[in-house]
T-cell receptor, first 116, second 112 residues
Framework: EAGVAQSPRYKIIEKRQSVAFWCNPISGHATLYWYQQILGQGPKLLIQFQNNGVVDDSQLPKDRFSAERLKGVDSTLKIQPAKLEDSAVYLC??????????????FGPGTRLTVL | KQEVTQIPAALSVPEGENLVLNCSFTDSAIYNLQWFRQDPGKGLTSLLLIQSSQREQTSGRLNASLDKSSGRSTLYIAASQPGDSATYLCAVRNSSASKIIFGSGTRLSIRP
């Protein structure tokens, strides 16, 4: 079974530029998550999708961050414009569903973003 | 507001020891709790998931316990090996549809 795929693995941009990350979840997984992990901290949930609907985006900085999940499968996360404090690893995860034993999340390798 | 704390932030023990990692949470009304492992530069790997109705889960040399009333979970690692060196994170979900809150993790180093 293929795991969660993310690209790119690394990205370096200057502040005020735009950047986009892509995630392909495990086939058949209804729930998709985007997390931001700053060095030395645990991941912080940015947005959770159930199929192609948003379940929770309360911690997504909507003035600069946006995310979509096309046809309930792949997802993209965009930052426009980027700030220095956006430097972090962006993790994508998926699960079969939300709740019960299907809540086990499978994570991709992450995208390390550096904003100069 | 749920807060999740993991102490200590780092731990170093010699190979072969049994050890316990701690996770505490402020709101005992949780839906489930998960333990993850993160290797440097990698994503997270789920180790164990404990539902709110369960007291413990076991997988190989790992055993996770949950005490909701005291707001605590422990991850027990038996007969530690250098390959167990990683950062261990716990995460709490308050309800089936709520966001997951992670602790900051414990960085574990097993000395050969």
């Amino acid at each position: 079974e293929a795991g969660v795929a993310q690209s790119p693995r690394y990205k370096i941009i200057e502040k005020r530029q735009s950047v986009a990350f892509w995630c392909n979840p495990i086939s058949g997984h209804a729930t998709l998550y985007w997390y931001q992990q700053i060095l030395g901290q645990g991941p912080k949930l940015l947005i959770q999708f159930q199929n192609n609907g948003v379940v929770d985006d309360s911690q997504l900085p909507k003035d600069r961050f946006s995310a979509e999940r096309l046809k309930g499968v792949d997802s993209t996360l965009k930052i426009q414009p980027a700030k220095l404090e956006d430097s972090a690893v962006y993790l994508c995860a998926s699960s079969q569903a939300s709740g019960g034993n299907t809540d086990t999340q499978y994570f991709g390798p992450g995208t390390r973003l550096t904003v100069l | 507001k749920q807060e999740v704390t993991q102490i200590p932030a780092a731990l170093s023990v010699p190979e072969g020891e049994n050890l316990v990692l701690n996770c505490s949470f402020t709101d005992s009304a949780i839906y489930n709790l998960q333990w993850f492992r993160q290797d440097p530069g990698k994503g997270l790997t789920s180790l164990l998931l404990i539902q709110s109705s369960q007291r413990e889960q076991t997988s190989g040399r790992l055993n996770a316990s949950l005490d909701k009333s005291s707001g605590r979970s422990t991850l027990y690692i038996a007969a530690s090996q250098p390959g167990d060196s990683a950062t261990y994170l716990c995460a709490v979900r308050n309800s089936s549809a709520s966001k997951i809150i992670f602790g900051s993790g414990t960085r574990l180093s097993i000395r050969p």
